[in-house]
């Protein structure tokens, strides 16, 4: 496998863009990606294009709508759908093209439109399937589950909702400190301790909003970016996972578990990150600050144990000593996460790795974490889909 | 008058009509697995046969490992009353080694303990156009 690097990236704003369609996003950042690289639209030669699921057609078939608005080149296009870590695929499976020899320029994009209001069941309802049954039969929602593994995790190491808030503190720091960011405003444990309950314990400034967004990169071989880039940014390792058989995790979309875990928590993340460490050659020591996937508090806190940072239970210890914060031991969603951001489902997994390029080229102004060389991207995706990646110069 | 009908919002999931519903899962005779709903089928990854699946009604009283109280509306399909209550969902280890999802009935949200011993129940979800009740299943304080 030959040496694979980013050579340009692009992000939209994320917010909500009703009048704007998903393939619109992705020309805005396609373009982006494009002039970041100094590159025409032809001379990309395979799109990876992330799927919409709440579309028609151009949300099934984005490789194809993309070219269109692009401009029509018959070059390959491949529709990629992994729940929540559908963009971080959209990577890996660009990376793969690369590092492979089958291509040398490889577009991975992906743009997503949340529905407004609750995220409720997928496709069409099926009695048979546990998604559906869950929504109709006990109206349990995402936050739900969450909040039903964060309990254990009170219970079982004394986690209090103080952690809780200051997990959103510690998200909101960053994202005023990040122009990109959409939510800046810098919150108190007091302002997220007096939100709304929503699923007990989590409160509603402890969970993430849901909004529109897109990114893109464009990956090429290292022995021909010297045409495009001055400040290459080196693809060290990337980990898809799945769950391991006996994962005790209260799943999205799943109604039983097993009652005696035989598996990791979050077995599909443990999964994927192993394989990016393994493939990378980096561990997690020598990751200098990652972007992890806060879509609640409960993550903020289990995902650096899961990705072996460090042990059960002692992010709270991290979070009081502000380890997790700029000039800390490792600062956590320096773009300011998906607290500050949403989540635009399909393409969180993009912005993440835009906000590693712009750390790592030592553009992240404000925010730049010092003396980065090493940064890590995890995503989560409900029912078991996960995606890492870990990126150097 | 047609007499009042009370009937599952999805069929299969439990022994229906009775007065001892039981949840009906699935397990592989071969390597063990048990799974609940039965349609949705697991295996251990080094199973040798599986097609040796069975139905499986699962014990009736179990321990609650966890649980939320969910604070607002759930979307459709899910039907709330008017005014919404909260109400616990919690996640309840039976003794086949399984944790099941279902609705914590039989106690209020704040009556709610770690572990506390619940039995499977089913009862009115809500009420539909012909005041019919629709059920489910839930795990009631015991």
Known sequence: ?393 | MAQKKAYPVYENLFTWPSDEPQLIAGRCRTCGTYYFPRSYVMHHPECKNREATEDVLLSREGKLDSYTVQCFPPPPPFKNPDPFVPYGIGWVSVPEGLSILGIITGCKPEEIKMHMDVKLVVEKVWEDSEGNDVVTWKWKKI
């Open chain 1, 1 to 393: 496998m030959r040496e694979v690097v980013v050579i340009g990236v692009g992000l939209h704003n994320w917010g909500k863009f009703p009048d704007k369609t998903v393939t619109e996003m992705s020309r805005v950042v396609v373009t982006q990606a494009l002039e970041d690289a100094g590159m025409e639209w032809k001379e990309v030669e395979e799109v990876m294009a992330g799927i919409w699921i709440y579309g028609g057609g151009s949300g099934f078939n984005p490789g194809a709508a993309l070219t269109g608005i692009m401009g029509d080149i018959g070059i390959p296009t491949v529709n990629i759908y992994n729940m929540c870590a559908t963009s971080t695929n959209c990577f890996r499976v660009a990376y793969n093209s690369v590092a492979s020899g089958a291509r040398d320029v490889v577009l991975a994009v992906a743009a997503d439109k949340s529905p407004s209001g609750f995220l409720t069941v997928l496709g069409r309802p099926d009695p048979t399937d546990p998604d559906c049954i869950r929504w109709a039969m006990t109206g349990m929602t995402n936050p739900g589950y969450w909040a039903i593994d964060l309990r254990k995790r009170m219970e079982e190491f004394g986690t209090t909702e103080r952690h809780l808030a200051k997990a959103k503190v510690a998200s909101s720091k960053f994202g005023a400190l990040n122009p990109r960011a959409l939510f800046r405003k810098v919150y108190t444990e007091e302002e997220v301790l007096s939100s709304p309950m929503v699923c007990d314990p989590l409160r509603l400034l402890m969970v993430c909003a849901t909004r529109d967004g897109a990114a893109a990169a464009i990956l090429c071989s290292a022995d021909k970016a010297r045409k495009y880039t001055r400040k290459p940014v080196i693809v060290a390792g990337v980990g898809e996972g799945s769950s391991l058989y006996g994962d005790p995790t209260a799943r999205m979309g799943f109604i039983s578990e097993p009652a005696k875990g035989t598996a990791p928590i979050l077995s599909e993340s443990y999964a994927a990150s192993q394989a990016a460490y393994k493939t990378s050659g980096i561990g997690p020591e020598d990751i200098d600050f990652v972007e992890l996937p806060d879509n609640s508090s409960w993550h903020y806190l289990q995902y650096p144990e899961t990705l072996g940072f460090w042990g059960p239970g002692e992010t709270d210890k991290m979070l009081d000593e502000e380890q997790t914060f700029l000039g800390g031991k490792l600062p956590i969603n320096t773009s300011g996460g998906i607290a500050s951001f949403g989540e635009a489902t399909s393409a969180n997994g993009l912005a993440q790795i835009y906000e590693v390029v712009v750390q790592l080229r030592g553009e992240a102004g404000e925010r730049q974490v010092q003396g980065a060389k090493a940064g890590m991207t995890q995503t989560y995706g409900m029912g078991g889909n996960s995606g890492s990646v870990i990126m150097k110069v």
